[in-house]
């Protein structure tokens, strides 16, 4: 019985070592897409085998990536009585600002060291 040729040997042959190429750069991003979201992600790799006929195998590779995406934050509006949308509450009165004077008779702040 002849032993069978380890896969690893073929799967580094096909397309020349581009594949692997190809997976190292995929496995890649897709590992730093689940590390900035926490969230898991796929990688799935196809192998389609079709013979020729003349004692020939052809073997086509997919890869396929399915990255986590990013949660998209949310933006809070106000709708106006006019029927627009505003960043600001249109109920709430503005606050008038003012400058304020130092007194001459206030106290002066100490700074206090432990």
Same mark, same amino acid.
């Given at each position: !019985?002849?032993?069978?040729? %380890? ?14 190429? $190809? ?12 590390r900035l979201s926490g969230k898991g992600g796929k990688l799935v790799i196809e192998l389609n085998y079709? %013979? #020729?006929?003349?004692? *020939? !195998? ?8 399915k990255e986590p995406t990013l949660s998209r934050g949310t933006s809070l509006f106000f709708l106006t %009585? ?7 509450? %249109? ?7 003012? &400058?304020? *004077? $130092? #007194? ?8 206090? &060291?432990?």
């Amino acid at each position: !019985m002849t032993k069978a040729r %380890p896969f690893i040997d073929t799967f580094r042959d096909i397309e020349a070592g581009g594949l692997l190429d $190809e997976l190292s750069e995929a496995q890649y991003r897709l590992i730093d897409a689940i590390r900035l979201s926490g969230k898991g992600g796929k990688l799935v790799i196809e192998l389609n085998y079709k %013979p #020729d006929g003349r004692g *020939q !195998m052809n073997i086509k590779a997919d890869v396929k990536v399915k990255e986590p995406t990013l949660s998209r934050g949310t933006s809070l509006f106000f709708l106006t %009585p006019e029927g627009n949308l505003d960043r600001r509450d %249109p109920r709430q009165q503005d606050l008038p600002l003012r &400058s304020v *004077q $130092e #007194d001459e008779g206030t106290a002066t702040l100490r700074n206090v &060291s432990q």
